[in-house]
C-alpha cells in the first residue's frame, strides 16, 4: 500500500530517534500524531499549544536534544509562538510541526491559512516547507539538526495539509532519516586558555559563575572537579544550580550582593551578562572586574562588560578539561585579601535571616514559612542528595524567594521562568520533567535515583495561565505535585479580609477607581478554590491555611499516585512595594508599580 504523508512524516521522525511528541491536533495533523503512536512514539496532548509548546522547549533542555511539538496551522502557530520565543531566548533545542493550509489555495484565505515561514523565519533558525513529499525526510533532519547544533533554539517545519494527506507510489526513492550524532565539540586555542588560566592564579577574589547552559552541557564532573581541585568560589544563577550541590562549601549563592561586588575575576561558564547578572555593571559589580566567558555561542562573547581578548568560544566539556591542565596544581589561597573572610561573614548573616523568617507564626503564613515548611518536610522523605525531586517554579515573589530554600545537589532539576522571566511555563515544564525523567525509557538523567517526583511551586497569578493542563497530566497519570501560593495577586494580594476584599470588589464593579476604593490592576479573586481543579479532573486537591495542614498535605501530595494541588493560603502582602528583586537597587531602582 502506498504510504501517506503522515505516514513519512511520523516514520521520519522515529527515524530520527524521536520518543515523544508534545502538542495539540487537529484536522490534518491528527493523521501524523496517530501515525506517530503507531509506531510507538508517545503523544501527549496538552489542552493549549503555549503550554505545548513550553513543554517542548524543557524537554530539549533536560535531554539534550530538541524536544518536538506538533500543532495545527493558523491559530495552532500563533499560540506555540511562545515557545519558540522561549526556546530562542533560552537557548533550548525546539522543532515545531504545524500543518498548513492546501498548497494551491494560498492567498485565496483559505481555512486557517497563514504565512508561518515568513511570520517565524526571523524568531527560528530554520523555517523551511518541504518542496515535496519526497523531500519530507530530509527537511526533517535539516531542521532537527539546525535547531541542536551550535546555539541551540527553535527550528520550524511547514507541513501543508496535501502534503500530509498525499500518497507516494515509488517510496523507495525516499532518503530515510537516521539519528543525527551528537554535535561535534570544540575548544579553545591553547595560548588564550593558558591566558584564562593566568588570570585566575593572579586574581585576589575570583568567582565562579555557573549558568543554566553548564547544566545543558552536561559538564557538571569537569566543573565540579575545577572548583574542589582550585578552590574557587561560585555562584550559580537560578537554573545553574545543581552543577555542583547547593551545600557546597565553596557555593557563595546566600552572599551574592558580596560575591558580585568584591570579585575582581569573574569567569562565567554558560551563562550571559544580561539582566540576571545585572549586565556586569557597577553598582553591582565591581568597576575594575575582569568578565572570561566560555560560551559557545561567539555572538555572546564580549557582551556587554565581558572581555573578549580573555574569553574562549568553545564547549564546556572541553574547555574546562582545558583549563584544568593549564592551571596544573594550583589552589585559590583565601589568605591573600579579606574576601573569602567577607563572603563567610555574609553567608552566616543572610543564613541567620533565613532561618529567623521562617520561624514566623502569622497567620496567614508567610512565603518564609511556607517553604520552609515544604523544603523541611519533602527533605525528610527524600534527602536532597538522592538527587529524586525536580523543582519547577513561577511567580515572580514564588520563584525569588524560593529559589534560595530548596537546595538540591544534581543538575537539570530546577526549572524556572528564564531569561525572559515568562509566566505560564511552569505547568508545562512539569509535564516536561515527568516524561523526561519517568517514562519507560527515560531520556532524562540527573542524579543516582533515576525516578522523579516533579514539584512545581507555582504563584497563584502563573498558576492561571495554564491551569487546565492539570487535566492533562491527570489524563496520563502524571503524579505531579503543585503547590498554588495564593495571595489573591499579580505580586501582591488587596486583602486578607473577605469582607473588605468584597467591598473593594463591589467598589469597582460601580466603576469607581482605586483610589476611591477599589481592585488594583494587581488584583486576582479571592481564596480562589484552585485545588477543585485537580479534585474534577481525578487528582486530589487540598486547601491549606495553617503549617500542621501544610505538612499534611505535602505529605499525602508525596505519596499520592495522582496529581495533586495543594492551594496555599498566604499573606495579601497589602501594601506592599511592588517590585521585582532582580531588578531592584542600581541606578535605576527597577520594575516599581
Known amino acids: 500500500m502506498a504510504p501517506t504523508g503522515a505516514q513519512i512524516i511520523a516514520q521520519s521522525l522515529h527515524g530520527l530517534g524521536?520518543?515523544?511528541i508534545f502538542g495539540i491536533v487537529g484536522i490534518p495533523v491528527v493523521e501524523i500524531a496517530e501515525e506517530a503512536i503507531n509506531l510507538g512514539i508517545r503523544f501527549i496532548g496538552f489542552r493549549n499549544e503555549q503550554a505545548a509548546s513550553y513543554a517542548a522547549s524543557a524537554y530539549g533542555y533536560l535531554t539534550g536534544r530538541p524536544g518536538v511539538c506538533l500543532v495545527v496551522g493558523g491559530p495552532g502557530v500563533l499560540h506555540a509562538m511562545p515557545g519558540i520565543g522561549n526556546s530562542s531566548i533560552n537557548a533550548f533545542p525546539l522543532l515545531v510541526l504545524a500543518g498548513s493550509s492546501e498548497s494551491h489555495l494560498v492567498s485565496h484565505g483559505a481555512f486557517?491559512?497563514?504565512?508561518?515561514?515568513?511570520?517565524?523565519?526571523?524568531?527560528?533558525?530554520?523555517?523551511?516547507r518541504p518542496p515535496s513529499l519526497d523531500s519530507v525526510p530530509q527537511t526533517l533532519q535539516n531542521a532537527y539538526r539546525s535547531s541542536w547544533y551550535g546555539r541551540p533554539g527553535p527550528g520550524f517545519v511547514d507541513l501543508p495539509a496535501d502534503?500530509?494527506?498525499?500518497?507516494?507510489?515509488?517510496?523507495?526513492?525516499?532518503?530515510?532519516t537516521t539519528v543525527v550524532s551528537d554535535c561535534p565539540r570544540g575548544g579553545g586555542e591553547k595560548n588564550r586558555v593558558h591566558k584564562v588560566a593566568h588570570s585566575i592564579k593572579t586574581a585576589k577574589a575570583p568567582l565562579?559563575?555557573?549558568?543554566?547552559?553548564?547544566?545543558?552541557?552536561?559538564?557538571e564532573l569537569s566543573i565540579r572537579e575545577l572548583i574542589e581541585r582550585s578552590n574557587l568560589p561560585f555562584l550559580p544563577t537560578p537554573m545553574g544550580k545543581g552543577v555542583l550541590p547547593d551545600s557546597h562549601c565553596l557555593n557563595s549563592a546566600s552572599a551574592r550582593s558580596v560575591a558580585l561586588k568584591e570579585a575582581d575575576v569573574v569567569l562565567i561558564l554558560g551563562a550571559r551578562l544580561n539582566w540576571i547578572l545585572h549586565f556586569g555593571d557597577t553598582p553591582k559589580w565591581n568597576s575594575s572586574v575582569k568578565f572570561i566567558q566560555i560560551d559557545?555561542?561567539?555572538?555572546?562573547?564580549?557582551?556587554?562588560?565581558?572581555?573578549?581578548?580573555?574569553?574562549?568560544?568553545?564547549?564546556?566539556?572541553?574547555?574546562?578539561?582545558?583549563l584544568l591542565d593549564a592551571l596544573g596544581p594550583w589552589s585559590y589561597n583565601p589568605s591573600v585579601s579579606s574576601y573569602s573572610m567577607n563572603l563567610a561573614s555574609a553567608k552566616s548573616k543572610n543564613t541567620a535571616i533565613a532561618s529567623e523568617k521562617a520561624l514566623s507564626t502569622a497567620i496567614p503564613m508567610t512565603y518564609a514559612r511556607v517553604f520552609s515548611t515544604i523544603e523541611r518536610i519533602l527533605h525528610s522523605l527524600s534527602p536532597p542528595d538522592q538527587g529524586e525531586i525536580v523543582y519547577v517554579s513561577e511567580g515572580a515573589n514564588t520563584m525569588d524567594i524560593s529559589r534560595s530554600i530548596f537546595p538540591v545537589c544534581y543538575p537539570r532539576l530546577r526549572l524556572d521562568a528564564g531569561t525572559h522571566a515568562t509566566m505560564g511555563v511552569g505547568l508545562g515544564y512539569a509535564i516536561a520533567a515527568h516524561v523526561a525523567y519517568n517514562s519507560i525509557t527515560p531520556e532524562g538523567v540527573s542524579g543516582p535515583r533515576r525516578r522523579?517526583?516533579?514539584?512545581?511551586?507555582?504563584?497563584?497569578?502563573?498558576?492561571?495561565?495554564?491551569?487546565?493542563?492539570?487535566?492533562?497530566?491527570?489524563?496520563?497519570?502524571?503524579?505531579?505535585?503543585?503547590?498554588?501560593?495564593?495571595?489573591?495577586?499579580?505580586?501582591?494580594?488587596?486583602?486578607?479580609?473577605?469582607?473588605?476584599?468584597?467591598?473593594?470588589?463591589?467598589?469597582?464593579?460601580?466603576?469607581?477607581?482605586?483610589?476611591?476604593?477599589?481592585?488594583r490592576s494587581t488584583s486576582l479573586g479571592y481564596e480562589v478554590g484552585y485545588e477543585k481543579i485537580a479534585q474534577m479532573c481525578g487528582g486530589i486537591g487540598f486547601l491549606v491555611r495553617t503549617p500542621e495542614e501544610l505538612e499534611?498535605?505535602?505529605?499525602k501530595g508525596w505519596e499520592s499516585d495522582k496529581v495533586c494541588v495543594v492551594n496555599v493560603i498566604i499573606e495579601a502582602g497589602k501594601g506592599g512595594k511592588l517590585e521585582f528583586a532582580w531588578q531592584a537597587g542600581g541606578k535605576n531602582k527597577g520594575a516599581k508599580l
Open 18 to 20: 524521536v520518543s515523544v
Open 112 to 128: 486557517q491559512e497563514l504565512d508561518a515561514i515568513a511570520l517565524l523565519s526571523p524568531h527560528t533558525k530554520l523555517a523551511i
Open 163 to 176: 502534503l500530509i494527506q498525499e500518497t507516494i507510489e515509488d517510496a523507495s526513492s525516499i532518503q530515510a
Open 208 to 219: 565562579v559563575v555557573i549558568g543554566k547552559g553548564a547544566a545543558y552541557a552536561k559538564a
Open 296 to 322: 559557545i555561542s561567539a555572538e555572546e562573547i564580549g557582551r556587554n562588560r565581558g572581555d573578549a581578548s580573555l574569553s574562549i568560544l568553545g564547549d564546556l566539556r572541553v574547555v574546562v578539561p582545558q
Open 452 to 519: 522523579k517526583k516533579i514539584v512545581a511551586l507555582e504563584g497563584d497569578s502563573a498558576f492561571g495561565f495554564s491551569a487546565m493542563e492539570i487535566e492533562t497530566m491527570a489524563r496520563y497519570g502524571m503524579d505531579i505535585l503543585v503547590f498554588v501560593i495564593n495571595n489573591g495577586g499579580v505580586y501582591h494580594g488587596d486583602s486578607d479580609d473577605a469582607r473588605e476584599w468584597l467591598q473593594l470588589q463591589k467598589t469597582t464593579q460601580e466603576g469607581n477607581r482605586v483610589d476611591k476604593g477599589g481592585l
Open 552 to 555: 499534611n498535605a505535602t505529605r
